[in-house]
């Protein structure tokens, strides 16, 4: 059972080029999210999903795009990346039923734009 | 909306000691309150839980966290702490009832060291 997987690990991008992070699940949750972590300001959520077809807005959405088209992908778009965009970003997911909730995070993805 | 405070951006303890990693909360609704750990270039890890039910919660690790409605706060706790307990650790919360009951927001994170 793989759980969250992401990649790349490690990406370095000159300012505005694009880019996708990948993020699979393989447990069947319905949802998935995509948080951002800066120093001293913990985890920000970037864009989340409760199911196939369906993407809502977090925190801090701006230049991020989502789809999602099956349950287990959810991917993120950088259309043209800028130095702000400089941080380690970490995909999750969990059940939307039960009393369960907690999330399952990937390993994260580091991305440096110069 | 909801949110998460961690006040204390570093706890710096002797192992064998007490830990205390402090956490508050807002919501609008019911919370559901979890603690993760983080340690060096890995992914978060589930630590524990309240849902519902006794106010003390036991996790991972030998972790426990104290849940207290009338001071919106959920301290995180071990009794002993080792030196592999240094970590980043992070308090989340989930506004059941909310506008958006689905979605987890993260406190900034507390840096615990913990010295031999």
């Known amino acids: 059972n793989a759980g969250v997987t992401q990649t790349p690990k490690f990406q370095v991008l000159k300012t505005g080029q694009s880019m996708t992070l990948q993020c699979a699940q393989d447990m069947n949750h319905e949802y998935m999210s995509w948080y951002r972590q800066d120093p001293g300001m913990g985890l920000r959520l970037i864009h989340y999903?409760?199911?196939?077809?369906?993407?809502d807005q977090g925190e801090v959405p701006n230049g991020y795009n989502v789809s999602r088209s099956t349950t287990e992908d959810f991917p993120l778009r950088l259309l043209s990346a800028a130095p702000s965009q400089t941080s380690v970003y970490f995909c999750a997911s969990h059940f939307t039923g039960g009393d369960t909730g907690e999330l399952f995070f990937g390993e994260g993805s580091r991305l440096t734009v110069l | 909306a909801q949110s998460v405070a961690q006040p204390e951006d570093q706890v710096k303890v002797a192992e064998g000691n007490p830990l205390t990693v402090k956490c508050t909360y807002s919501?609008?609704?019911?919370?559901?309150l979890f603690w993760y750990v983080q340690y060096p270039n890995r992914g978060l890890q589930f630590l524990l839980k309240?849902?519902?039910?006794?106010?003390l919660v036991k996790g991972s690790y030998g972790f426990e966290a104290e849940f207290n409605k009338s001071q919106t706060s959920f301290h995180l706790k071990k009794p002993s702490a080792l030196v592999s307990d240094s970590a980043l650790y992070f308090c989340a919360v989930r506004d059941i009832g909310g506008s958006n009951d689905y979605k987890l927001s993260f406190g900034a994170g507390t840096t615990v060291t913990v010295r031999a």
């Open positions: 919501v609008s609704g019911n919370p559901y």
């Open positions: 309240y849902i519902t039910g006794d106010n």
């Open positions: 999903s409760v199911g196939a077809g369906i993407t």
